[in-house]
């Protein structure tokens, strides 16, 4: 780390990262495939586990698996950029993810728990890190090679009398209409 890695113009860099990772948790967790893909480079690669391709595979692979899936929230902290040259960085970025997989989805959970499907409705708790290499180009830092390291999974039976949500207040769905897409079309933003 050198004093520049805090310049004015490293600290935009920084947030521009940051800001990407934060879209990339929005995308997965809206199902917005359109935004997955912008926070790639169009050559970019993921080795995701159960998955290892290009972009537009891991877009189609994530629409397939989460398909079944009511429910998917990505968190990122614990963030450290470091810079390899002026358009070259290595993040590693912790992600928390819980998801809400029903008994139909089974087989997809069993592609992340790396078992044979169980039975009934699961949530599948995990600790990970998202280890990307980012590049600058044309201006934008986008994610060149991305590689997911597993570090913790849970499996928790669903209970038949877990909490629904409540009619009348806002619910998260994994589509367009979910309420932060109805507030930026609300303010002119999309």
Known sequence: MTMNDYSPERI????????????????????????????????????HGAFDGGVDGLVDWIGNRHRTIPFSMHAVSNMLIEFAGPDLALVESYVRTTQRYPAEAAGALAQLAGGKPPEGAMDLLTCSRYVDRFARRNGEWRILERTLVADWKQVVPVAADAPKPVPGWASGRRDQEDFVFSERRALGLA
């Open 12 to 47: 935009a860099d920084r947030m521009q990262t940051q800001d990407t990772m934060y879209r990339w948790c929005r995308s997965v967790d809206r199902l917005d495939f359109d935004a997955m893909r912008q926070v790639f480079h169009p050559d970019a690669v993921d080795h």
